[in-house]
């Protein structure tokens, strides 16, 4: 199956475009969109892919699924585009950064400069049908993130991983801790934030890692 993607990472997932699960996702998906809204746009859906080589990865952020609201969506995990008020996480998300190393809240919830740094911000999911979340749930799009993970995890050394949530703990389970630092904490939402997300420090646990291994941090 030919699938658009940037070429570091269509080299990485090349077994995975050819197996039964894969198809039956992308025949979903497309489904989806024809008679739904879903979120992010299509041209957004491999957007922390097509934004990030595979060989600048530095730190893997595993989020659950896209937002569901209108404009909200852009393709990576807790971020939101220029121009729309960041969601609660984000907000306690921002919250932590200024605790934790004295930055000061942006007004925008866009996290591309992120990106560009080596933050990897992976959605589990890579789609959702519009004011219905975990709607693509089950589909396939776990087995092909669970993949990213897999082989970024097994061919790369001395990454990230920032688990915030038993979800996304449970996805990154197996990350061999000899080799990358894996930070877990609950996740950032109101619901959870006030039992150990604040107070984590996982901005500065990261640099801090990066430092020790002569590895430029990230200017968060």
Not at 174 to 203: C, E, M, Q, W
Request: proline share 8%; no cysteine.
């Amino acid at each position: 199956m030919n699938v658009k993607l940037e070429a570091s990472w269509k080299e990485l997932l090349k077994e995975e475009f050819d197996k039964p699960y894969f198809k039956n996702l992308t025949d979903f998906v497309r489904s989806e969109y024809q008679k739904s809204t879903v979120y992010p746009p299509a041209k957004f859906i491999f957007n922390a892919l097509d934004s990030l080589p595979v060989d600048e990865v530095k730190v893997v952020i595993i989020g659950q699924d896209p937002y569901h609201g209108p404009g909200q969506a852009h393709g990576l995990s807790f971020s939101v585009p220029n121009g729309v008020t960041p969601p609660p996480s984000l907000k306690n998300i921002y919250k932590e950064l200024q605790s934790d190393l004295g930055v000061k809240p942006k007004t925008s919830g866009n996290l591309e400069s992120w990106v560009e740094q080596g933050v990897l911000l992976l959605n589990a999911t890579l789609t959702v049908r519009a004011n219905q979340p975990a709607s693509h749930q089950n589909q396939g799009w776990e087995l092909f993130t669970d993949a990213i993970i897999h082989r970024l995890a097994n061919q790369k050394e001395n990454l990230v991983f920032i688990l915030w949530g038993n979800y996304a703990q449970k996805k990154g389970s197996f990350i061999d801790t000899n080799r990358h630092l894996v930070i877990k904490s609950p996740h950032p939402s109101p619901f959870s934030a006030y039992s150990g997300f604040f107070g984590s420090r996982p901005f500065s646990q990261t640099n801090t890692f990066f430092n020790l291994h002569s590895i430029t941090p990230i200017i968060w």
